[in-house]
């Protein structure tokens, strides 16, 4: 007994590859990474710092809002040795709000405190 299979063949028409061309044309551009605006490049609009034998102090501020601020002494005595710091930043967070630290590092570890657009300053 023999048997015959039929495969049926599959026929693209021009009109369907056009169609599935189309398609994935139009897949393809939708994956693609779509133009943002380029943002301006951040400047530098204030530096200054100074060091020396006793500690250092430095400072910055940059054109989109964000600024440091920070002065390290150094301790030898029946308190504490070693240095002191305090400072402070500022920066403008993704969702617009600005951030405001100051800080205090010394013999007590980092003890930051954070301030938000509105808030009273709490310890961190």
């Known amino acids: 007994m023999e048997t015959d299979y039929h495969c049926p063949r599959t026929s693209a028409t021009p ?3 056009q169609t599935i ?10 994956a693609l990474p779509q133009d943002e605006p380029q943002a301006q490049p951040v400047q530098i609009v204030k530096q200054d710092s100074e060091v020396n034998e006793n500690g250092y102090s430095f400072e ?6 964000t600024s440091r601020q920070e002065q390290g002494d150094y301790k030898n ?4 040795q070693g240095l002191s710091v305090k400072g402070s930043y500022k ?4 969702d617009g709000q600005t ?3 100051t800080f205090v590092a010394d013999k007590n570890g980092y003890q930051p405190t ?5 808030d009273k300053p709490a310890q961190s």
Do not use: H, M, N, W
């Open 15 to 17: 009109g369907r590859l």
């Open 21 to 30: 061309f189309a398609v994935a044309a139009l897949a393809l551009a939708c």
């Open 60 to 65: 910055y501020e940059t054109s989109d809002g």
């Open 77 to 80: 005595d029946t308190e504490q």
């Open 91 to 94: 920066y403008v967070a993704p």
């Open 99 to 101: 951030i405001s630290v």
């Open 114 to 118: 954070e301030i938000k657009d509105g």
